[in-house]
Nanobody
Framework: QVQLVESGGGLVQAGGSLRLSCAAS????????MGWYRQAPGKQRELVAA???????NYADSVKGRFTISRANAKNAVYLQMNSLRPEDTAVYYC???????????????WGQGTQVTVSS
């Protein structure tokens, strides 16, 4: 079993900042890509930011220049620093990891439970 647990969400005023954290645990051989997704009410889930095992990053256009993704490989952790938050950033944020398990030696996607981010105007 592989578990991902997010933390750091909350209520913040427009222009404020939050830092999201996610840690993976369980039967893990290695982790390749990790990422953050979000889903707002009535909308589809969308990719916010992703980072590879060697540190290459990718961001949605809507968050470029405001959000920063990073990871700590020794902790199987990924972070999302969110600055200059806007009301349209309000959503449930989910951590995702592409994990190779020792049982199969194949890549599978695993998801966290989500953490609520609410930005007030």
């Amino acid at each position: 079993q592989v578990q991902l647990v997010e933390s750091g969400g909350g209520l913040v005023q427009a222009g404020g900042s939050l830092r999201l954290s996610c840690a993976a645990s369980g039967s893990i051989f290695s982790i390749r890509d990790m990422g953050w997704y979000r889903q707002a009410p009535g909308k589809q889930r969308e990719l916010v930011a992703a980072i590879t095992n060697i540190g290459s990053t990718n961001y949605a256009d809507s968050v470029k220049g405001r959000f920063t993704i990073s990871r700590a490989n020794a902790k199987n952790a990924v972070y999302l620093q969110m600055n200059s938050l806007r009301p349209e950033d309000t959503a449930v944020y989910y951590c995702e990891a592409a994990v190779i398990t020792p049982a199969t030696m194949r890549i599978g996607d695993y998801w966290g439970q989500g953490t609520q981010v609410t930005v007030s105007s």
